[in-house]
């Protein structure tokens, strides 16, 4: 089993409209958690991190649920330049920081 | 943000000869600085850990004699593929970590092409 899944999609999504996604993770003792985006053929590029509490940046909104053991990441109105993949990364409790990525959610934004 | 930078920003070579790409912090001093390879479709892998001053920590299943990894100072780690083989085609990407603070700032990444 993977330590971080995600639906690869693509979601295809009308300019505009709201899209929202999830990814789960297998490691219990995960203390940080983090949205980025991957551009075709680019590095990663962190979104934002995911608070407990849930947290909101502009149009971006991400929640944790630890219970679950899932992070969500919604988006609003959005933009045709919000087409990526976005990456759900996971922080293990190793004190250097190593992330775990999962593979990427595809999100198109069509006008 | 930090800036990281990789050199070069992509590379073909002949199967058999080495390769070295730089990753560098250009205005933090990074402890830490991590490898990773992406092939298509796929998650990000972690191949190493590298502590300035100290040997690199390799993941499961990566060969630290073909991944030959030096971290010289705080702000320049290199990753040297030796006798690239065309299965090891795949883009290189480093990250650097700040001293304090979880947050890595990921370089533009390195495509390797061995024909």
């Known amino acids: 089993r993977k330590e971080v899944e995600q639906d690869p999609g693509p979601f295809n999504v009308p300019e505009g409209a709201t899209v929202a996604f999830n990814c789960t993770y297998s490691?219990?003792?995960?203390?940080?958690f983090f949205w980025y985006r991957q551009d075709c053929r680019k590095e990663p590029k962190l979104l934002m991190s995911?608070?407990?509490s849930g947290n909101e940046d502009g149009r971006f909104t991400a929640q944790l649920n630890r219970a679950s053991q899932y992070i969500s990441l919604l988006i609003r109105d959005s933009k045709l330049s919000d087409s990526a993949t976005y990456l759900c990364?996971?922080?293990?409790?190793?004190?250097?920081?190593?992330?775990?990525f999962g593979a990427g959610t595809q999100v198109v934004v069509t006008p | 943000g930090a800036v990281v930078s990789q050199h070069p920003s992509w590379v073909i070579c002949k199967s058999g000869t080495s390769v070295k790409i730089e990753c560098r912090s250009l205005?933090?001093?990074?402890?830490?600085m991590f490898w990773y390879r992406q092939f298509p479709k796929q998650s990000l892998m972690l191949m190493a850990t590298?502590?300035?001053?100290?040997?690199?920590?390799?993941e499961q299943g990566v060969e630290k004699d073909k991944f030959l990894i030096n971290h010289a100072s705080l702000t320049l780690s290199t990753l040297t593929v030796t006798s690239a083989h065309p299965e090891d085609s795949s883009f290189y990407i480093c990250?650097?970590?700040?001293?304090?603070?979880?947050?890595?700032?990921f370089g533009p990444g390195t495509r390797l092409l061995v024909l």
């Open positions: 590298s502590n300035e001053g100290s040997k690199a920590t390799y």
């Open positions: 490691n219990s003792a995960s203390q940080s």
């Open positions: 990250s650097a970590r700040l001293t304090s603070g979880e947050t890595q700032y």
């Open positions: 990364v996971v922080a293990t409790t190793d004190s250097w920081g190593k992330l775990q």
């Open positions: 205005d933090f001093q990074a402890t830490t």
């Open positions: 995911v608070y407990s």
